[in-house]
Each structure stands twice: as structure tokens, then as C-alpha cells.
């Protein structure tokens, strides 16, 4: 797909992520609108997105993000990034299904294609990485490729995760050599931690789990401590990727309670472990080395259920 030439002769481009927007995605529908108003001024560009986590406000356009209530309008394109369903447009769906033409770009494994149109790449580092090769590159401004390097970076956990390639590593420096301030989007969108989210993290960590042999760890945080703490699922940001780190474990297990009896489960794995098949199975999706999924009934059935199809995974490789 030439990302120019479907943007030629159109009026009006609507641009989305999925729920609970992370940095690949804040990353993606910023650089690209930014790329849109750089380089086709006549075209109006709006990105409807939950709103993300204010960390992110740091890079240029963080405020006109809209949030999707019920608004109707209607755009000739439709362009959903970093989203892995239909589903998963949130309130954006409105737009999706009355916009002309609907265009997917995604990294997702999972993604089966439901665009008009559809750039998905299973083998990429992000969509930020998917969407920087559909653009030109001398046309990318300081403030495109400011946020599509954020969205790289927390994607690959800054340059750390399996995902990252040689190409990730060469767009990368394409887009830090327009001048960006990598180490402070760095700083201020993937290191830095309020007192809060200390201190939730060290509840995660401290009443953490071992299971598996050993193999596996697993935390919860449950509503009425998010309550206690002061604090949103937006804050819960990392801590299945610290508790990938412990030393010996293969896969770690993240929930945090939504409702009654009803949990978001986020599964990390280091080099064996499939995630992505093991969230499928139960309706979720991702990325073979991260993944998620929500999932009904009590804390310790979903464990259960969730290790029976990682053991099964862990025992096929041993017998290999």
C-alpha cells in the first residue's frame, strides 16, 4: 500500500487506536496526523481515542485527541492503527462503519483484516514501525517522528523485547536524526513513575506468586485496592513487564479485577512460551511474546485455566 497516493483526493480522514490506548498507539495516530497536515494541508484530520495517559501530553498533539460521544460525522477515510479488531475501535466504530473507504494498519497477530484495506505486519516491531515504511521519509516533520519513536520505544520496551529488528533499530535512527529529544519522550513517557504508581507496583510485586515449577509468576490488583491506592488501570502500566524480569521465570501473569468476577489478564513470556495463542484460545489476542485478554469468573479459575495451556506449551518443548 502507498500511504501518499490513498490520501490523494481526500477531504476528511478520521484516525483511531483501540481502547486503553498505549504508547504504540498514541504514537501512531500522532505521527500520522501530523504526516497528514505536513504534507496534505487541504485534508482534515481527526484522531478519536480514549483519552491516554497524560504522560503522553508531551508530545505535539496530545490535545487534540477527541474522544468519541455519540458526535456524528462522517469522513471519506477511515484509518484504524494499532488495533487488532473491530471491537477494539471503542466509540470510533460509529465513524469506521459510515467512512468511504477504511484503511487497517497493524502489527497484531491476531488481526484477521477488517479494513477496505489492510497493511498488517506480524514481523514488525510496532505499528509505529508498519506505518513509518508507508510514509515518505523526507516528509516526516520533527513532530511526526517524535511521536511515532515513542511509539516504537514502548513497544520494543526501548529497543529490549524480541520484537526489535535490524529495521527497527535503522527507522529508529531515521527518526531520531530529525532532531527529536529521544531521552526526554524516553524519560517522560516510559521511566518516569509517580509516588502512586510506586507504590502499586511494589504491592504487585511483593504479593506476587510463583507457578509453574517456578517457570511462571502471577499478580493481581484487585478494585477495591486500586481504590485505596488512588489509582487507574492506566497506572498498572509495566508491572507484568517487571514481573517477566524475575530470574527463571518464562511467563508472567497480570490481572486486575474490572468488575464483578470479571479480570484483564496481560501475559508476558521470554522465549518459549506462545501468549498469543494461549489469549486467543480464551478471546483475546497480541503478540507471541505479549498478549492479553479479559476474562470471566474467579481469580483463581483463571489462573488455572490460563497455566493449564502454558505448562502444555512448556511440556511440548521439553519433549522436543
Known amino acids: 500500500m502507498q500511504l501518499d497516493k490513498e490520501l490523494q483526493g481526500v477531504r476528511t480522514v478520521a484516525i483511531a487506536g483501540h481502547v486503553r490506548p498505549d504508547g504504540d498507539s498514541v504514537g501512531a495516530c500522532i505521527g500520522l496526523k501530523y504526516y497528514i497536515m505536513d504534507n496534505f494541508a487541504p485534508i482534515k484530520a481527526d484522531i478519536w481515542l480514549e483519552k491516554p495517559d497524560p504522560k503522553f501530553a508531551v508530545l505535539k498533539g496530545y490535545d ?52 477496505g484495506i489492510n497493511e498488517i505486519d506480524a514481523n514488525a516491531s510496532s505499528t509505529c514501525e508498519v506505518l ?6 523526507e516528509k516526516i516533520s520533527q513532530e511526526a517522528a517524535a511521536a511515532l519513536y515513542t511509539g516504537i520505544a514502548h513497544d520494543t520496551g526501548v529497543f529490549q523485547y524480541s520484537c526489535t529488528s535490524p529495521d527497527t533499530m535503522r527507522m529508529a535512527a531515521v527518526l531520531m536524526e530529525k532532531g527529536i529529544p529521544y531521552t526526554q519522550l524516553l524519560e517522560e513517557t516510559y521511566y518516569k513513575r509517580s509516588y502512586l504508581q510506586n507504590q502499586i507496583l511494589g504491592k504487585a510485586l511483593l504479593e506476587s506468586m510463583r507457578v509453574l515449577d517456578g517457570r511462571g509468576i502471577v499478580s493481581v490488583v484487585r478494585r477495591k485496592e486500586l481504590s485505596f491506592f ?30 464483578n468476577l470479571e479480570y484483564k489478564v496481560s501475559l508476558r513470556s521470554k522465549e518459549i512460551v506462545d501468549v498469543s495463542e494461549v489469549a486467543s484460545y480464551f478471546g483475546g489476542g497480541g503478540h507471541v511474546r505479549a498478549a492479553g485478554v479479559t476474562m470471566k469468573g474467579t481469580f483463581h479459575d483463571i489462573v488455572n485455566n490460563l497455566t493449564l495451556h502454558i505448562e502444555h506449551q512448556l511440556t511440548e518443548q521439553e519433549n522436543q
Open 64 to 115: 487534540e485527541i477527541r474522544q468519541a460521544e455519540g458526535e456524528e460525522q462522517e469522513y471519506d477515510l477511515f484509518i484504524a492503527l494499532d488495533c487488532a479488531s473491530y471491537e477494539r475501535l471503542g466509540g470510533a466504530k460509529a465513524y469506521f462503519d459510515t467512512a468511504k473507504k477504511t484503511i487497517c494498519i497493524d502489527h497484531h497477530i491476531s488481526n484477521t483484516g477488517y479494513g
Open 132 to 137: 513509518c515504511r508507508l510514509m515518505e521519509p
Open 230 to 259: 488512588g489509582v487507574s488501570p492506566m497506572d498498572l502500566d509495566g508491572i507484568v513487564s517487571q514481573l517477566k524480569m524475575t530470574e527463571d521465570v518464562e511467563v508472567a501473569i497480570f490481572l486486575y479485577e474490572t468488575d
